[in-house]
């Protein structure tokens, strides 16, 4: 089991940048089993199966996360119906950090966001955006991968 605390900021993206054509690639799937202040999630990474729980909302969020057998992931998938998002991550090199962009499918296509995880607060308020991020969505519960799992795009 891995404990961390996350230190992130979020932005939508208008376009996505051709720095992808050469970034890692690959698919995600996520489903949530609960909500609230704490999130229960499943996600299966390109073959590699995980139950996180998290803690916490805005910049800072305590982080908990478990390996899974593809059979246990198969097992609570099913508890996840309707509570679900699919996306595509490239992970983009941008000097020292390296930029998650997820391209949503599904009922959230076309939306674009960007994550970049930081060591601390102070590192993540002098971070400066590449020109193609547009509003930074952070702070905007509407945005988190859960609340786009059950209510679909913000209007």
Not at 15 to 32: F, H, K
Not at 64 to 70: A, D, F, G, T, Y
Not at 95 to 119: N, Q
Request: proline share 5%; with cysteine; charged share 30%.
């Amino acid at each position: 089991m891995s404990h961390n605390k996350e230190i992130e900021r979020k932005y939508i993206l208008h376009r996505l940048p051709a720095e992808i054509e050469n970034a890692v690639c690959y698919e995600l799937r996520q489903g949530y089993l609960a909500s609230g202040e704490s999130e229960v999630r499943l996600r299966d990474k390109a073959g590699t199966f995980t139950l996180t729980c998290k803690q916490g909302s805005g910049l800072e969020r305590v982080e908990e996360e478990i390996k899974l057998s593809e059979e246990q992931f198969s097992r609570l998938w099913p508890l996840t119906e309707g509570k679900r998002i699919e996306k595509r991550r490239y992970q983009v090199p941008y000097g020292a950090y390296t930029i998650e962009l997820d391209r949503f499918s599904g009922a959230l296509h076309p939306l674009l966001v960007a994550e970049v995880e930081f060591a601390s607060v102070e590192e993540s308020k002098s971070f400066r955006a590449p020109p193609y991020f547009g509003q930074e969505v952070t702070e905007d519960k509407r945005f988190k991968n859960r609340s786009l799992a059950e209510y679909g795009l913000p209007q």
